[in-house]
């Protein structure tokens, strides 16, 4: 009975899936049946291979699905004094048009969540992250603001690669030489407007393309007709994956527990992790300078302790574990980026633990994110991560290195 309420309500949640604005074009684009859920949306998992994908990422061009991203409007006359109360940094100087990067922490200064803020106009936001309504929406009593999503209201194509000025400007015309990082613009592609957002998830130079869903299919048609020839293919979810754990960027949920209402996926079953911005090297959006914000005086006192107990870094597994670890498990190195939390260990005392594991290509080497004591955060220090297969601990051999593994080229 068990069994057939799980299968009926894992039915019920497939049936309840949808495309995006562009399923049309990237069902026609995929050559295999590979597909990822992402929230209430399927988007391509793999179009034709992952190397090739990411091949074509790091040398040229690609473009992704980025329309199941979470959107969040928050507009009205104090829309900026309830961001800035809930926010760790101060966006009160945030232009129109600019994008700013920023995590927001509970009481006690561990991390709700982490997205992008956008500026559309003065009092108009929109905040691009995991679903956080609920904790915005509990500072906004007495205060004259709306909160919306609006995640159905825009289609959005990453754009990313050393090549994607190239096609972008020859899709529309227009110069894109002056557009800095985290900033946007509005501009005409296919004959439909688009703001065109300098940012990206894989740590390449890279755009993000809003659109409203109507036009979808004509911004991917002219960005392909354009782009082809330049060597712009699709890249689909597993490579974007892949990439992003390469820049060592973070996932709500795969590389920390957000401290709120919504959690994030069920890789962590309860709150031990947690983690305060600094933990997450992320103390460098924390402005204390601003006179308030939720979680302030948690983190001061985190700063007057010393500092927090755990630090984020890379581990890197060696060649002979990497041999090991085909051998036990896989027959082949890691079929996608692991979402499974695996300890680390130093003799018989655990150390820390590592997440979102994977083949990095780009690398030739299994990396995975750590989250170590601080004693054993530097670089050089041998761990050994704990794989558990059929009842037994198999111990493989790793170092920890600094992050990102991969040179960033996105802001430069």
């Not at 957000?258 to 997450?280: I, K, M, Q």
């Not at 027959?331 to 300890?343: E, H, I, K, N, T």
Request: glycine share 10%.
């Amino acid at each position: 009975m068990i069994q057939l309420k799980r299968l009926l309500r894992v039915s019920n949640q497939l049936l309840r899936l949808k495309g995006t604005p562009f399923h049309s074009r990237t069902e026609a684009a995929t050559s295999t049946a590979e597909w990822y859920r992402w929230g209430d949306y399927v988007v391509v998992d793999v179009y034709d291979g992952v190397r090739q994908e990411l091949a074509a990422m790091r040398e040229q061009a690609t473009v992704n699905e980025m329309s199941p991203l979470w959107k969040l409007a928050i507009t009205g006359a104090d829309s900026l004094k309830l961001i800035n109360d809930v926010v760790t940094r101060d966006i009160s100087g945030q232009e129109v048009g600019q994008i700013i990067y920023t995590p927001w922490c509970n009481q006690e200064g561990k991390v709700v969540g982490d997205g992008l803020l956008l500026r559309e106009k003065e009092d108009s936001f929109i905040l691009v992250a995991g679903p956080n309504d609920e904790w915005f929406r509990s500072f906004s009593i007495g205060l004259d603001v709306d909160i919306v999503d609006v995640t159905d209201d825009f289609g959005i194509l990453a754009l990313q690669g050393p090549r994607s000025q190239e096609v972008l400007e020859s899709s529309t015309g227009t110069s894109f030489s002056d557009l800095q990082f985290s900033r946007s613009r509005t501009c005409e592609l296919g004959g439909v407007q688009v703001r065109v957002i300098r940012q990206g998830f894989t740590g390449e130079l890279g755009y993000e393309l809003w659109v409203e869903p109507d036009g979808a299919e004509d911004v991917w048609d002219a960005l392909f007709e354009f782009g082809a020839p330049l060597g712009l293919v699709p890249a689909g979810e597993h490579a974007i994956d892949i990439a992003r754990v390469e820049a060592g960027l973070l996932i709500i949920g795969s590389d920390y527990r957000g401290a709120g209402p919504w959690h994030g996926v069920d890789t962590y079953p309860d709150s031990r992790r947690e983690c305060s911005p600094r933990e997450l090297n992320l103390g460098r959006f924390v402005d204390f300078s601003k006179e308030h914000f939720v979680g302030k005086q948690a983190l001061l006192d985190e700063e007057a302790g010393g500092g927090p107990r755990d630090r984020l870094v890379g581990l890197e597994l060696t060649e002979g574990s990497v041999r090991k670890l085909v051998e036990i498990e896989f027959g082949s190195v890691l079929p996608r980026v692991s979402r499974f939390v695996y300890q680390l260990s130093q003799g018989a005392q655990t150390v820390g633990y590592v997440t979102s594991l994977t083949w990095a290509h780009s690398l030739q080497k299994i990396v995975g994110l750590a989250h170590v004591e601080a004693p054993v955060a530097s670089e050089g220090t041998e761990v050994s991560l704990v794989w558990p297969l059929d009842g037994q601990q198999h111990f493989l051999d790793g170092r920890i290195v600094g992050l990102p593994f991969r040179k960033h080229t996105r802001n430069q």
